[in-house]
T-cell receptor, first 114, second 107 residues
Framework: AAGVIQSPRHLIKEKRETATLKCYPIPRHDTVYWYQQGPGQDPQFLISFYEKMQSDKGSIPDRFSAQQFSDYHSELNMSSLELGDSALYFC?????????????FGAGSRLTVL | SQQGEEDPQALSIQEGENATMNCSYKTSINNLQWYRQNSGRGLVHLILIRSNEREKHSGRLRVTLDTSKKSSSLLITASRAADTASYFCAAFYKLSFGAGTTVTVRA
């Protein structure tokens, strides 16, 4: 069965650079979520999209932005990268809108900022 | 915050023993979900319990929910080495996870 695909799996950037992470949800899943997990930390909810519109916002820094495209894939754009942005970034998807549904997570994108 | 808070933070047990972890949350919920995360990997959904349910079973997993106390527990029976992971509860709507319980199962 198709899963949530994230790319790239690993990314190394310098401070103040920009990075873009991509997420391809499970087919027919219309809701996408982004989480950030620092070393030894719990996953922190960043932002979610339902039917290409932002549906909820968590602790996403102003330097980050995200969108969901017409094919339901989503991209997380991170600018002016800081050392503290080094983390695992997970994307998850669910069907039929946010709320009571089960999230299926991707394998994550590991960002290292040097 | 509406996130779940797990207790204990870490648990070490012998293979074959049961592991119990608890979760508390702060607001009304539609459902509560438990996820497992193996080191450095994505979270995997284990079980969902709705607000009108008190107990639910799935294989070796048993989840209880007490909405009056805003708490849930996850019991893993007859644990195996493969159960070594971090376990998170999520009390949606805000899609947030607590700090998780790290379970280590010793062979």
């Amino acid at each position: 069965a198709a899963g949530v695909i994230q790319s790239p799996r690993h990314l190394i950037k310098e401070k103040r650079e920009t990075a873009t992470l991509k997420c391809y949800p499970i087919p027919r899943h219309d809701t996408v979520y982004w989480y950030q997990q620092g070393p030894g930390q719990d996953p922190q909810f960043l932002i979610s999209f339902y039917e290409k519109m932002q549906s909820d916002k968590g602790s996403i820094p102003d330097r980050f932005s995200a969108q969901q495209f017409s094919d339901y894939h989503s991209e997380l754009n991170m600018s002016s990268l800081e050392l503290g942005d080094s983390a695992l970034y997970f994307c998850a998807s669910s069907p039929q809108g946010p709320g009571a549904n089960v999230l299926t997570f991707g394998a994550g994108s590991r960002l290292t900022v040097l | 915050s509406q996130q779940g808070e797990e207790d204990p933070q870490a648990l070490s047990i012998q293979e074959g023993e049961n592991a119990t972890m608890n979760c508390s949350y702060k607001t009304s919920i539609n459902n509560l979900q438990w996820y497992r995360q193996n080191s450095g990997r994505g979270l995997v959904h284990l079980i969902l319990i709705r607000s009108n349910e008190r107990e639910k079973h799935s294989g070796r997993l048993r989840v209880t929910l007490d909405t009056s106390k805003k708490s849930s527990s996850l019991l893993i029976t007859a644990s195996r080495a493969a159960d070594t992971a971090s376990y998170f509860c999520a009390a949606f709507y805000k899609l947030s996870f607590g700090a998780g319980t790290t379970v280590t199962v010793r062979a």
